[in-house]
């Protein structure tokens, strides 16, 4: 049984005064939903506000995640953020998002680099892949999102890789307000995502991992999500900025 994950992706929004009033809204209904063990929960702040949402967050099973790192542990990155400055105060860390491949240059092959660098540090990656628009109508799916799966994986050990959330996004779906379909999302997840895994790691690491759906993934339609079978659980962007949504996303992720 793999327990569902949601993941509130809070991209480049709320100062640490919005943040600690989000977390404030959040926290009384989210604390005993992840207390159940049957849903896990992180917030993904950006940096500047990780330290006071992780402070407001202390003592309740409520997780924290960064939105990206670098690999190296330290030295001449201006501007960059190591994972031994995140394992203090975070649980998990988002790489390879789409808008990090797509607006700042990440390949599959940095992504990797990132994804060693934080099970390194005792980080856990959710690990973001997905095709585009024209991917997609070009029917490249597949092909696309299994490379990502293969190359973010890259010389990842089975032991590893079992601890590795995968979000699959598809582009085309995240911000837009057009959401892929369950059907559709738990495909790619079984078929492509999880077909990559067997093929690296054998069929029982495939049925391990724990992959999400993000998209435009809203309190109205996330249940179809949840109701499929390959989807544990949801990369929450727009709605996790919403309180009463996130709290709504995540309760139904219990169901
Ligand atoms: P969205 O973003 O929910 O706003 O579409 C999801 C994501 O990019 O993680």
Known sequence: ????????????????????????????????????DQVEIVLCPPFVALPQVAELVKGTP????????????????????????????????????????QYFGETDEGVNKKIKAALAHHLKPIVCVGENLAQNEAGQTQQVVGAQVRGAFKDISRDDARGIVIAYEPIWAIGTG???????????????????????????????????????????????????PDIDGALVGGASLVAADFIAICKAALK
């Not at 975070?90 to 998002?97: E, L, N, P, R, S």
């Open 1 to 36: 049984m793999r327990t569902p994950i949601v993941a509130g992706n809070w991209k480049m929004n709320k100062t640490i005064a919005e943040a600690r009033e989000l977390v404030n809204a959040l926290k009384n209904d989210l604390a005993p939903l992840a207390a159940t």
């Open 62 to 101: 409520i997780k924290v995640g960064a939105q990206n790192m670098h690999w190296e542990a330290k030295g001449a990155f201006t501007g960059e953020v190591s994972p031994t400055m995140l394992n203090e105060i975070c649980d998990y860390v988002i790489i390879g998002h789409s808008e990090r491949r």
């Open 178 to 228: 057009k959401a892929a379909s369950g059907a559709g999302a738990n495909s790619v997840i079984g078929l492509t995502i999880r077909g990559a895994l067997a093929d690296l790691y054998g069929e029982a690491t495939a049925q391990a991992v724990r992959v999400q759906y993000g998209g435009s993934a809203n309190a109205k339609n996330v249940t179809e999500f949840f109701a499929q």
